[in-house]
């Protein structure tokens, strides 16, 4: 689902910008990717994310999504010239990611899945691009976060099915993601990393 005007507004900011650069470097302390990864960032949004992830991973491969095409075309205007050759934007649904199966190092994902009314087949589909032992860097948002009174007016949220911490693992584990560290604030959301297991 695409974002409504307020939350462009939220995730367009500076403010963002810095949260989200606290976020990325408290999970390479969770989990620090060797560099040289192939690293596929969803819901990428105008791209700021996806260019510390390369100043902080060193991938070899960076490639970012996003469902909005509008949030593609602002990335190719955020992006500094240096970096414009090393990060390919695309934009695609994470439901049907136009990629092969077990090619990905990792996985980053910052406050999509609870966009997406079919959260759970995209779990499904992430796990799919990762290799055995890749790994899905992830932030979420929970509902009485993003749902609650003053929320639910400002913002715009898919409302079937939606998941807390518990749910959120129990689809991971089903699709073989499985937590290598995490921190939940509890009703709020949660940071983590979690790795597919061999088969
Ligand atoms: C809350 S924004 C987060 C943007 C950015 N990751 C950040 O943290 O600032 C969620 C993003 O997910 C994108 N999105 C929503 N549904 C999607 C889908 N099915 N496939 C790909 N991207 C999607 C939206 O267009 C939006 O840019």
Redesign the pocket.
């Given at each position: 689902?695409?974002?409504n005007w307020a939350?462009r507004w939220v995730?367009n900011n500076f403010v963002?910008v810095f949260e989200?650069r606290l976020l990325i470097r408290r999970l390479k302390k969770m989990f620090p990717l060797p560099p040289g990864a192939a690293i596929l960032e969803?819901?990428?949004?105008r791209g700021?994310?996806a260019l510390m992830i390369h100043k902080e991973f060193k991938p070899a491969v960076l490639h970012a999504?996003?469902?909005?095409i509008d949030?593609i075309r602002r990335a190719g205007r955020y992006l500094p010239a240096a970096h414009k050759r090393a990060i390919s934007f695309f934009a695609?649904?994470?439901?049907h990611l136009p990629c092969r199966n077990d090619s990905l190092d990792a996985v980053f994902g910052?406050?999509?899945l609870h966009?997406?009314p079919d959260w759970r087949s995209?779990v499904g589909e992430i796990a799919r691009v990762l290799k055995p032992h890749g790994a899905y860097y992830l932030?979420e948002l929970y509902p009485s976060l993003y749902q609650n009174f003053i929320t639910r007016r400002l913002l715009l949220h898919p409302e079937e099915d939606r998941f807390y911490g518990s749910e959120l693992k129990a689809s991971l584990n089903q699709f073989n993601l499985f937590q290598q560290d995490a921190l939940e604030i509890r009703k709020i959301g949660m940071l983590g990393v979690f790795i597919k297991k061999a088969a």
């Open positions: 689902m695409k974002l939350e995730v963002r989200q969803i819901g990428c949004g700021a994310g999504m996003d469902l909005d949030m695609a649904d994470v439901l910052f406050g999509v966009h997406i995209s932030e």
